[in-house]
C-alpha cells in the first residue's frame, strides 16, 4: 500500500469513519463535517470534513454555535491535505487559535524495528487500576507541565468501560513513575493510536520512549491491528522514523475558547 493509499484509509476509519472516543462521548455527522461532543473533561472537535470554499465559513460558524451553545471549548483537527487549501486562514479569522505542527506518521507493524529494551534499572508496568492512572497522570503533569484531570477522567472511564479498547503503561525507576503512555485500539479497523508518550526531564534520550513505542506495538500485534497511528512532535519525529514509521501529512489543532 502507497503513501496515498494509506492516508486515505486513514481518513476512512478514523476520522470519515470516526467512533466515540470514550464513554458519554458520542460522534455525529452533519453536512460536511464529523465532530465529537463529550463533557467538559473530554475531548470536543471536529475530526473529518469535506467542504468547498462557498460553503466553508457558514461551516465553521456552525460548529461555533453548536459548541458554544453547549458551553464547550473545542478544536478543529486540520490536516495538511484538508479542503478548501485556506481552512487554517479561515479558522484562524473566525477565532481559533492553532497549536503547533505536528507529523501524522504511520507504521506497519510487521515492519518496525520493535528490538527495545528499557534502560538498567528501568522497568515497563502495565496500567489496570485507578493507581496506575495516577501513576500515569503524574508523569503526563511533569513531562508535559499541563493539567491532567481531564487524562485521569478519560483513561479510568475506558479501563472500567472499555478496557479492551486501551492499553496504558507506565516505566518505574524503583518507586518513581519516569514515563507513561497509552494506545487506543479502534475495533473494526486495521488501526491503533499512540498518545500520550512523555518522558519526565533527567531521563529523557534514555531510550525510554522508543521501549513504550515498542512494547505498545507488541501488544497491537498481539491483537491483530496491522498500523500504528501518531501524531508526531518535532522531538519524538526521528526516533519514530528511525523505528520505522512514515509521515504521512500534517495536523494542526485549532482550538476554540468560547
Known amino acids: 500500500m502507497d503513501h496515498a493509499e494509506l492516508l486515505a484509509l486513514f481518513d476512512r476509519d478514523l476520522r470519515e469513519g470516526a467512533r466515540p472516543d470514550g464513554p458519554g462521548a458520542r460522534v455525529e455527522r452533519t453536512g460536511g463535517v464529523v465532530r465529537q ?8 472537535g471536529v475530526v473529518w470534513s469535506v467542504l468547498d470554499e462557498a460553503g466553508a465559513d457558514a461551516a465553521i460558524a456552525g460548529q461555533i454555535d ?9 478544536e478543529w483537527k486540520l490536516y495538511g491535505h484538508d479542503r478548501p ?4 486562514r479561515r479558522l484562524r479569522a473566525a477565532g481559533f487559535v492553532p497549536e503547533p505542527e505536528e507529523t501524522l506518521m504511520i507504521g506497519r507493524v510487521d515492519d518496525l524495528a520493535l528490538a527495545a529494551a528499557p534502560p538498567e534499572g528501568v522497568r ?8 496506575g492512572v495516577d501513576l500515569v ?4 503533569e511533569k513531562a508535559f507541565g499541563a493539567d491532567s484531570s481531564w487524562l485521569r477522567h478519560q483513561l479510568l472511564a475506558r479501563l472500567s468501560a472499555d478496557p479492551d479498547t486501551v492499553v496504558a503503561v507506565v516505566a518505574m525507576a524503583g518507586d518513581e513513575p ?4 497509552r494506545m487506543e485500539l479502534v475495533p473494526g ?4 493510536g499512540l498518545w500520550g508518550g512523555g518522558t519526565v526531564q533527567g531521563w529523557r534520550g534514555r531510550g525510554i520512549y522508543r521501549t513504550l513505542v515498542a512494547h505498545r506495538a ?12 501518531v501524531d508526531a512532535s518535532s522531538q519524538s519525529r526521528p526516533i519514530l522514523e528511525h523505528l520505522g514509521f512514515v509521515p504521512l501529512t500534517t495536523t494542526t489543532p485549532y482550538v476554540y475558547t468560547s
Open 37 to 44: 461532543v463529550a463533557s467538559a473533561q473530554g475531548w470536543n
Open 66 to 74: 453548536h459548541y458554544t451553545g453547549l458551553g464547550l471549548d473545542f
Open 85 to 88: 487549501a485556506d481552512l487554517g
Open 124 to 131: 515497563v508496568v502495565p496500567v489496570t487500576d485507578p493507581a
Open 137 to 140: 497522570a503524574a508523569v503526563h
Open 178 to 181: 519516569v514515563s507513561a503512555a
Open 189 to 192: 479497523t486495521p488501526f491503533a
Open 218 to 229: 507488541h501488544a497491537a500485534a498481539a491483537r491483530g491491528y496491522r498500523y500504528l497511528q
